[in-house]
């Protein structure tokens, strides 16, 4: 069926949207079909969120219209939006932890009978909706203690439970591993099959390719390309978003490897890793890979004190024991968090605050000198490319932004060993490219670097050697042109020849 | 209050709110008692002020820090009773002099550390929730205040009190001990806040312990200095009061703790933690402390009003502050 013919059921035309004497949007356009999957892609600040929010009635447009079904309307709110049947699921969950599947589905429309809930239908109605996502998940269970792909399914299931026949979702597959991605987009599939519009952001255009059979483009606040999914492979479509050529995305691996950097022998973190073991040298990108719990950042919390953990570690030759955070920082080992909103920045505090907090020491001697502060700012954001108003808290800052203002942070404290986890998580494809460029620089400079992550590519591209994980122990190693993704996922998932690890003395 | 719905941006509201009640409380009391703004008048409202407004600045950063302090008022009175009690002892050893009023103001600042200390330690190390350990030590200091008075009141001797009477009644170029001593607090307190790692460090652990750990923050220390600073400034509080009064009982310090937490919040403090001022808690003192005062100087609205209109103050205050919130 000619996507042309049907009429979308949700629809820009034309829109815009301004924020006081700033444009963000320029005259966007972009059809919802019923029964097809629209990929929304575009580099951070390329006014991705701002569509999103108008479609679905979160903010208004400051010109053009909004069409549901053909015809011009304007949502007040969200609410109204909703009651059309158009749901939006944001990249943050909004689930209550303490509450069981059911309850989270039925929160704000609960089941009665007479003055009481009617927990047994809720929790009927709850498995009817899951089941109909093929997802098992026992609807008594606490949200707390379910995947992050089976929280996206409840928060699908909830979307369903409205009656939902347009289904948005903004980077529904950014803290999911490879496997609970493949779960979700078999998801898709089936709504998509039930004859729901859905469209979806994601930085992972593999996925786009996969599954997304319209496609819209955006940069710098325009759409740049729109139209059937298959017109595009993953190449263009990074080109259209960068809008420039994007020759390599890895620099080469050209640093010089010194002299042992950290070795680590017999480390456990309880609970999480046993028996972990390594060395790094200076000047060497190591990749760490893995799936999702498979102790990866654990082991490595474990080592910058941040986790209870005991073990062998020597940092240029010398035995050390780290028991908290500032003795691996004294030490020169820094680690630079996967959670960049909850564990790596003060979102409710300005960029200054926030880029000297980890070597306040450097800046204050009894009193801060504000101005070094401001001049290291400055440095900050011309040397990582941050953009954005000074003036901001940091929470209003874009992922990629504030992901440069954490490396910033962490650079400002001069680690010779630092461990980067999750470098990219959530950021567009050219900020990705810097950040790359970055961390083979600082491995140029003979820095001795750890890159963990869940993107195989990513792994593979960056790192001179790529140790895998597995069930909180190290499955193997892989180097050169033996780092091959399927090389790293029969290792990861522990099929197929273990290759044998020499113990490195 | 007119005044200040008309600044219309939320955000300036919290910082020019305070300083607003506070001038139109002043107008309001000069118009009302010719007397209110006489030196005799402003002197004791300051110096009223000093023993909450000391202890309130040591609070500001407790709050800031995401943490709370219930014990003080009680700690202030068993510090009180102990000072008492060590001077007595030491009276017929050492007579009456500099030495003794010395020893019960070393007495006074090194119980003060210590009990700060202890609730320190319960929080940083035991991992306690502050609500509860200092829940806990405010009924302990309570209950041993009235055990060392035995149920009546401690009383410092007559003559010694006469000879330390002027570290609260005497003063220097006109301005008395307490607001003295008072003064400086709050200048060492906001230039600790303000410019220090120190201050720094507890604005980030109150806006987000997690990420003041990965960001190398010794977290557990600087808590617990907030809870030591707090004692020994509880400490300096006593050394002002008891020769004020001269004795201690089990109704000394009565819910000053809640007046030094109401001080902070009036003031701007984030309750929660994250953002803290020590000027602004000052503004919060004075504004408390000027209520009482004029209802007593007034007969508009019966004094014993007093705990109401600060109630609503305080509410006030509040609503202000969560404004500033969602004001986006």
Redesign the interface.
């Given at each position: 069926m000619g996507h042309a013919v049907t009429t979308p059921i949700l629809a820009l035309s034309k829109v815009s949207k301004s924020f006081g004497p700033i444009e963000v949007l320029h005259g966007a356009d972009i059809a919802l079909h019923p029964g097809r999957v629209h990929a929304l892609i575009g580099e951070n600040g390329a006014g991705k969120s701002t569509m999103m929010k108008i479609l679905t009635g979160y903010q208004p447009p400051s010109a053009g219209l909004v069409m549901l079904q053909g015809q011009p309307v304007s949502f007040a709110d969200m609410g109204q939006a909703e009651a059309q049947g158009i749901s939006l699921i944001h990249q943050e969950f909004n689930l209550a932890d303490h509450l069981t599947v059911a309850e989270n589905i039925f929160l704000g429309s609960e089941l009665r009978r007479g003055w009481f809930l009617d927990k047994p239908a809720m929790r009927a109605r709850s498995r009817d909706l899951l089941g109909r996502l093929r997802c098992d998940v026992d609807p008594d269970r606490l949200i707390s203690d379910l995947s992050n792909s089976d929280k996206q399914m409840v928060e699908i299931a909830k979307a369903l439970l409205r009656d939902t026949n347009v289904l948005i979702m903004d980077e529904p597959t950014a803290v999911l591993t490879r496997t609970e991605t493949a779960v979700l987009l078999d998801q898709v599939r089936a709504l998509r099959g039930h004859g729901t519009a859905v469209l979806f952001t994601s930085h992972k255009l593999d996925e786009v390719v996969a599954i997304a059979d319209d496609l819209t483009i955006m940069r710098d606040g325009s759409v740049v390309w729109s139209g059937p999914a298959n017109e595009m492979d993953e190449h263009q479509m990074a080109e259209a978003m960068v809008g420039r050529e994007i020759s390599t995305l890895y620099p080469p691996k050209d640093s010089m490897k010194g002299a042992l950097a950290l070795e680590v022998e017999g480390f456990h973190v309880p609970g999480f890793a046993e028996d972990i073991h390594f060395t790094l040298r200076k000047g060497e990108v190591l990749g760490i890979a893995g799936l999702i719990g498979s102790g990866r950042t654990e082991t490595f919390e474990g080592l910058a004190g941040l986790r209870a953990a005991h073990g062998t570690v020597r940092i240029n030759g010398d035995t050390v024991t780290i028991r908290h955070p500032w003795e691996a920082l004294a030490l020169g080992l820094a680690y630079l968090t996967e959670d960049r909103k909850t564990r790596g920045l003060l979102l409710t505090k300005g960029l200054r605050e926030n880029l000297t907090l980890q070597s306040l020491h450097k800046f204050s001697n009894w009193v801060i000198n504000t101005r070094a502060e401001d001049a290291a700012l400055n440095h900050a954001v011309t040397e990582f490319d941050i953009r954005g108003s000074r003036s901001v808290d940091v929470g209003s800052l874009s992922g990629g932004n504030q992901q440069k203002l954490l490396f910033a942070k962490t650079m400002l404290s001069d680690p010779d060993i630092l461990v980067i986890d999750e470098p990219t998580r959530g950021i567009d494809i050219g900020t990705k490219q810097q950040m790359y460029e970055f961390i083979r620089k600082l491995a140029a400079e003979g820095r001795a670097i750890v890159v963990i992550s869940s993107e195989m590519q990513e792994v593979i591209g960056l790192s001179d050697r790529v140790l895998v994980m597995r069930q909180g122990r190290i499955a193997g190693e892989l180097t050169g042109d033996s780092a091959t993704e399927d090389a790293i996922v029969r290792l990861a998932m522990g099929v197929g020849q273990s290759a044998p690890l020499e113990r490195t003395a | 209050m007119t005044i200040a719905t008309l600044s219309s941006p939320k955000i300036k509201m919290s910082v020019i709110g305070p300083i607003v009640a506070l001038v139109v409380l002043i107008i309001m009391g000069a118009l009302m008692n010719p007397n209110f703004l006489s030196a005799g008048n402003i002197s004791n409202v300051l110096s009223r002020s000093a023993f909450i407004g000391i202890i309130a600045v040591g609070m500001t950063f407790v709050i800031t820090a995401g943490g709370l302090d219930l014990s003080v008022g009680s700690m202030a009175a068993f510090i009180a009773g102990l000072m008492i009690l060590v001077m007595n002892t030491a009276l017929p050893v050492m007579g009456i002099g500099i030495p003794i009023v010395l020893l019960g103001m070393a007495v006074a600042l090194f119980a003060g550390l210590f009990a700060g200390m202890l609730n320190g330690v319960l929080i940083t190390r035991l991992g306690m929730d502050a609500f509860i350990v200092t829940l806990g030590s405010m009924g302990i200091y309570r209950s041993l205040v009235t055990w060392l008075a035995d149920g009546g009141t401690l009383s410092l001797d007559f003559s010694l009190r006469t000879f330390y009477q002027p570290v609260y009644y005497g003063g220097t170029l006109g301005v008395s001990w307490p607001i003295i001593v008072f003064a400086l607090v709050v200048i060492g307190g906001e230039?600790l806040m303000r410019?220090?790692?120190f201050g720094?460090?507890c604005?980030?652990i109150g806006?987000?312990d997690?990420?003041?750990?990965?960001?190398?923050?010794?977290v557990a220390r600087v808590r617990m200095l907030t809870y030591v600073m707090l004692g020994v400034l509880v400490g300096i509080a006593t050394i002002m009061y008891v020769p004020r009064l001269g004795s201690a009982s089990s109704a000394t310090g009565l819910l000053w703790e809640l007046e030094a937490i109401a001080a902070v919040i009036v003031g701007g403090t984030a309750l929660k933690g994250?953002?803290g001022r020590v000027w602004g808690t000052v503004i919060g003192v004075l504004i408390l402390t000027l209520i009482g005062n004029i209802l007593n100087l007034t007969d508009l609205v019966s004094p014993y009003l007093n705990g109401a209109i600060q109630g609503a103050i305080i509410i006030l205050a509040v609503v202000l502050q969560r404004g500033r919130k969602p004001g986006q």
């Open positions: - | 230039l410019s220090t790692a720094r460090h604005a980030a806006s987000n997690q990420v003041a750990r990965y960001s190398s923050v010794r994250g953002f």
